[in-house]
């Protein structure tokens, strides 16, 4: 998939590096494989010497020297680096071997830690790979494949989809706090949605912020979705009111609700959001069918403590990561995914509203660790 493989390329072989790190657990000696490489090739470059650099004629002449050679260089370089290349692509499924003993299993249980997968989660992967290992020479490809196994049984149930009723209206309510691309995801999934046939509704309930309706605004207008919205600073649960009947009379299939950014520690905002709830359950007491927390990757262990407060307050019922093409590292979400077990819904790369697709748990697990066929199904 296009996605993941742009997944792979923008998050982990920039921010995450689980995959190198775990070629350097390896074998150490890589690490400065590269750098060594370079080194010696600019070593080898010929520099012009002996000039009087107030001779103009004799600069003009050993600065066409320095350039020839310069091409020369380059032309070398590019040889050297492919036949170096060849040569550890070569040798590292012979020798690039290591035995799974205890000095080994503590660095790996540091290298998950410091790629955001979380103590007790990185603690359980290592404790799986321990138990069929143990003592047994591992290469790089079969480690990889090893955690890539592990976390994909942590993550196998996380790539649902927001449960839909046929035949009655369903009510979505999106919640998370300011910054997290709420708005954006609602205005690409509202899209998504609507290339399925469903009619769609949209609910500003944001009333705090102009900011934010206007942002849904304009991605309702450019996937020709309705949206209701009211009066700055006005009740968020009257908005949501007014959204249901005109959902109901408009005979829409699909009710999707924004609601204002809130801090997980802020009591009365969190009341609020409690309020917007009740409004809901009395016009429909099985709804909302969907309460999805749209999180931001770059939030870092904080978002440990927004799913748990928004569970309790909303009653979340699955999660939607953005902004994965920054400087987070991927592997929160393992870590959530074994803590809370949600599904994780849907991650997201940035702006476009191509960058919004399903997760899938598979080609996620095989990414992280950089697995080679990690965009194959």
Not at 43 to 72: M, Q, Y
Not at 127 to 136: A, G, L, P, W
Request: proline share 3%.
């Amino acid at each position: 998939m296009k996605f993941f493989k742009k997944l792979k390329e923008k998050l982990f072989s920039t921010s995450s590096k689980l995959g190198g790190g775990l070629e350097e657990l390896i074998d150490p000696k890589t690490k400065n494989l590269g750098k060594k490489n370079e080194e010696n090739l600019v070593s080898k470059e010929i520099r012009p010497t002996g000039a009087d650099p107030r001779d103009s004629k004799s600069f003009i002449k050993n600065k066409k020297d320095s350039e020839s050679n310069d091409k020369t260089l380059v032309r070398n370089k590019k040889k050297n680096t492919g036949f170096i290349k060849k040569i550890i692509s070569s040798v590292e499924s012979i020798s690039r071997r290591r035995r799974l003993d205890e000095s080994m299993l503590e660095d790996l249980e540091d290298l998950l830690i410091t790629s955001d997968i979380g103590v007790n989660t990185s603690a359980l992967i290592v404790e799986r790979i321990r138990k069929e290992n143990f003592s047994k020479e591992l290469s790089v490809a079969e480690l990889k494949d090893l955690i890539s196994v592990e976390i994909y049984n942590i993550m196998k149930t996380s790539g649902n989809l927001p449960k839909y009723n046929e035949g009655k209206l369903n009510i979505w309510l999106f919640v998370g706090v300011n910054g997290s691309g709420k708005t954006t995801t609602i205005g690409k999934i509202a899209n998504q949605e609507k290339e399925k046939g469903r009619k769609i509704i949209i609910a500003a309930a944001d009333t705090f912020r102009a900011a934010a309706v206007d942002q849904l605004l304009i991605w309702g207008k450019r996937s020709g979705i309705p949206m209701v919205k009211g009066e700055e600073k006005s009740d968020p649960a009257s908005v949501v009111f007014k959204a249901i009947e005109k959902a109901r009379n408009d005979g829409s299939d699909l009710l999707m609700i924004d609601t204002a950014g809130r801090l997980q520690n802020k009591a009365d905002l969190m009341q609020e959001l409690e309020k917007i709830i009740r409004v809901i359950k009395k016009q429909d007491d099985t709804a909302p069918h969907n309460v999805i927390l749209v999180l931001d990757a770059n939030s870092g262990q904080n978002i440990h403590s927004q799913v748990d407060t928004f569970s309790k307050s909303a009653g979340v019922t699955g999660i939607i990561m953005t902004k994965l093409d920054g400087t987070a590292k991927g592997g929160v979400l393992v870590a959530l995914a074994d803590k809370f077990s949600l599904p994780i819904h849907c991650v997201g790369l940035g702006e476009k509203i191509e960058d919004l697709e399903p997760f899938d748990p598979k080609l996620f697990a095989n990414a992280i660790v950089g697995l080679e066929n990690a965009t194959q199904t």
